[in-house]
């Protein structure tokens, strides 16, 4: 079920980081730098509108990739392990250089059969 992605990391209306950090199997230290945001910041603020824009590219991110291979796991291991064609970085690697949107860009292309 793709939509289980999203149920597992809100809190209510909001996307919880400690939520994304479980379910993405990342340390709460990993998940701030990715999101360029402090640490302490996402964990007393998680309403803050920067907090959940930045954890909502993410969730973009993950949810979109989940559509694209059917299953939000194989999503995940895509986000932290495959490197990109052209950019030589995985999507990951690629948000943490704060081009998350080229990111769901790429993914918007393969879904409509446009392999980079």
């Known amino acids: ?5 999203l ?5 209510g209306d909001l996307i919880a980081p400690r939520l994304m950090a479980k379910r993405l199997r990342l340390p709460m230290t990993r ?5 360029h945001l402090n640490r302490n910041t996402m964990t007393t603020r998680p309403a803050s509108p920067a907090v959940q824009e930045k954890l909502g590219q993410i969730a973009r991110i993950i949810t979109r990739a989940a559509v694209l291979t059917g299953d939000e796991d194989r ?14 970085k995985t999507p990951e690697e690629l948000v943490e250089d704060g081009l998350a949107q080229e990111v769901l860009d790429d993914l918007e292309r393969h879904g409509e059969g446009v392999y980079s």
């Open 1 to 5: 079920m793709l939509a289980a992605f």
């Open 7 to 11: 149920d597992d990391i809100r809190d």
């Open 31 to 35: 998940l701030s730098k990715l999101a």
């Open 75 to 88: 999503a995940i291991i895509w986000f932290k392990h495959q490197p990109l064609p052209g950019w030589g």
